[in-house]
Structure formats: C-alpha cells, structure tokens
C-alpha cells in the first residue's frame, strides 16, 4: 500500500474517530479529511464516506475504489455524476446487523408485549391486567429485505417463536423463514404479516414502496417498522393509515429529510415512535479494518468483496 491516499469525505469534527484507527492500522496510507485538508484531486486513491457531496467523486480523475461507512449506498448513487467505472464496496459487518438485530427485537417485543399500553396506564394510575399479549406464535412478522441484514434479524426473533417470513428479489432458504420473491408473491407476504420490517436498499425498485396501496394488504392492526431509509416511505399514507385505524402502529428510524424537521407530524403522533437514524451504526475501527483489509485485496490484484451492482443500485 505504498504511497495510497485516501479522502475521508464526512463532517470534518467526526474525522478522529477513523483518522486515529487508520494512523494506527494503516500507517502509510495517507487520509485527507474533505473540507478541512488540502489535496490534489488527481492524488486521491480511496474514498471512504456515508453521503460525500454530489460531484465530488467526479472530481477525482484516478479514483480506484469507493468505501461507503454504510450498508446502504443510496448516498452515493443519489450522485447523478457518480463515475460509473469506479467500483463502490458497500459495509458488511456483524457488528451493524447485531445492532439492527437488537433495536427490531427491542421494538417487535414492545409491540407485542403491550408495553407502550402498559406506560399510558401506568401514568394513569390504572392497573389493566384484562386485555393479555397475543402469544408469539399467534404473530407473523415479515422482513421486506431478507438481505445480509434481514436474515439475522430473522435469526433473532426465532427463539420468541414468531411465524416468520422474508420477502427478496430471489427466492432464500433460511431455516423456519419462509421465503417469498419478486412483486408476484409481495401480496401474499404482505397478507400474512402482522408486523412488517422494512430492510431493503433504496434504489429505483423500491423507493415509496411504503405506501397507501401496500398498507391496505397488510391484516387489520398491523405494525410497521421503517429501518431502512425515509424514501421508501410515503410518509402522509401512513398516517393515513394510522389514523383510519387500520394500522395499530409504527417505529420509524430514517425519514426523508434528517435530523428530521422539527415541525414534522412524525414527533407527536400518538401511534409513531421516533428514532434519529441510530438502529445500526458502523463502528468506525470495524469499518477502518474493513477498508484497509479491502485495500490490500485491491493491490494484491484480488477480487473486492460486497461491490454494488450499480445497475441494480445494491
Ligand atoms: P442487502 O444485503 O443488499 O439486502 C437487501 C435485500 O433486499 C436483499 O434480500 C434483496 O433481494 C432485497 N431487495 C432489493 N431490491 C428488491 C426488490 N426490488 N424487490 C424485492 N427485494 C429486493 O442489504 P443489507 O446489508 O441487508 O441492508 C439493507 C438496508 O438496511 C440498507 O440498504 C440500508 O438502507 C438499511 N440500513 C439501515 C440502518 C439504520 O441504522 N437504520 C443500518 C444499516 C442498514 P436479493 O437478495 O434477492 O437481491
Ligand atoms: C446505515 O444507515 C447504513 O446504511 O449502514
């Protein structure tokens, strides 16, 4: 890895938390950090960033590989001027799909055990031992996304014994998931699934996938948890279908425009949970191990793993 430079393209007071890693993993590789040092474009190798600025990438004539810090790449491709010669690798880590996992466990049991239920009876003082949680058995949840993400948190809501399916372009064998694939079978998956989880990417395909006709095939009082990102929601059908009653609830991570806007409806709807974009963060040492371990496969002449197809923008 002689001479490399790479361009660390992400809001300059958060650079130290890869810049140290890289200056103690990687000591020869050279890190520019975007709008804070000074570089030649024509010098620059690499590029690690979530969202770099439109045009910036196009900006750099000998660019060789593209890292982004997320497993989502719509921050990228959303750059009409992308190089399309220049591969994208895309994160992949067990420690992302843990965390995911653990925040969709989080929120399927709270839906599913009452809890919120329970808080509003306990700030009024009333003891509601009447109406009892569904058994977990009685509950189909479905993974729209059965993807590298998708299929552990699938993995992690088995043990509750959750009936559990996954919707994919092509068809999974994940054990006790049932698999459905393509917009044939989308109608069946969404008719059985209580608690809906949407893990896709966002691409062309799937953007505003979340919308009014997809909530109408979901069963009565079905849960609706958004992980992925904003654009796939169409955010005024779901209240739409909140406040008609057909949908019971929904945890929302990622939203059109983040931080979300102050005046949004999202904050104070009675039935909406909000989360600031934290289900699943990559750890910045998990991602420099990632990059520089790409790296040396780069210059050895090996294949790169997990290069978006830009055809398919996943
Ligand atoms: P992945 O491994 O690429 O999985 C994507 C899944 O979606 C695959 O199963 C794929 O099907 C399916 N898919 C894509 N387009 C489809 C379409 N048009 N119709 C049906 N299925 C389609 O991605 P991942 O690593 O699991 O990540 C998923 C997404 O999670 C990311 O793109 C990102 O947006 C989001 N995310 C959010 C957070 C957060 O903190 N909120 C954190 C991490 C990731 P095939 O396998 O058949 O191609
Ligand atoms: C986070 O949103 C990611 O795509 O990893």
């Given at each position: 890895m002689n001479e490399r430079t790479l361009l660390l393209a992400v809001p300059p007071a958060w650079a130290p938390l890869w810049t140290v890693p890289f200056a103690e993993l990687a000591p020869q590789l050279q890190i520019f950090v975007e709008s804070k040092d000074t570089y030649a474009t024509d010098a620059i190798d690499y590029v690690l960033s979530f969202r770099p600025a439109p045009g910036l990438l196009q900006r750099l004539p000998n660019l060789r590989v593209a890292f982004s810090l997320g497993a989502?790449?719509?921050?990228?491709?959303?750059d009409p001027q992308y190089p399309k010669h220049v591969p994208l690798v895309r994160f992949v880590g067990n420690s992302l799909a843990d965390e995911m996992a653990e925040f969709c466990v989080l929120h399927v049991l709270m839906h599913y055990r009452m809890q919120r239920f329970f808080d509003?009876?306990?700030s009024e003082h009333k003891w509601r031992q009447a109406l009892l949680p569904k058994r977990a058995s009685d509950i189909a949840i479905g993974i729209l996304g059965l993807g590298e993400i998708g299929a552990v948190v699938a993995e992690r809501l088995k043990p509750f014994g959750f009936r559990l399916a996954g919707w994919s372009r092509t068809r999974k064998a994940v054990e006790a998931v049932e698999s459905f694939a393509s917009e044939?079978?989308?109608?069946a998956f969404l008719a059985r699934s209580d608690v809906?989880?949407?893990l896709l990417p966002l691409t062309d395909a799937t953007t505003g996938v979340l919308n009014a006709k997809l909530f109408a095939q979901l069963p009565k009082d079905a849960f609706v948890i958004n992980v992925a990102r904003g654009g796939h929601l169409v955010d005024a059908d779901l209240i739409a279908a909140l406040d008609s009653g057909h949908l019971s609830g929904a945890?929302?991570?990622?939203?059109?425009?983040?931080?979300?806007p102050e005046d949004h409806p999202f904050w104070s709807h009675p039935r909406i949970t909000v989360t600031p974009h934290i289900a699943a963060i990559t750890d910045p040492r998990a991602a420099v191990e990632y990059v520089v371990k790409g790296i040396v496969r780069f210059e050895r002449g090996e294949m790169l793993e997990n290069v978006v197809d830009l055809s398919r923008g996943y």
């Open positions: 989502g790449v719509d921050g990228f491709l959303s509003r009876a306990q044939d079978e989308l109608p809906l989880i949407c945890v929302l991570d990622v939203f059109h425009h983040e931080p979300l």
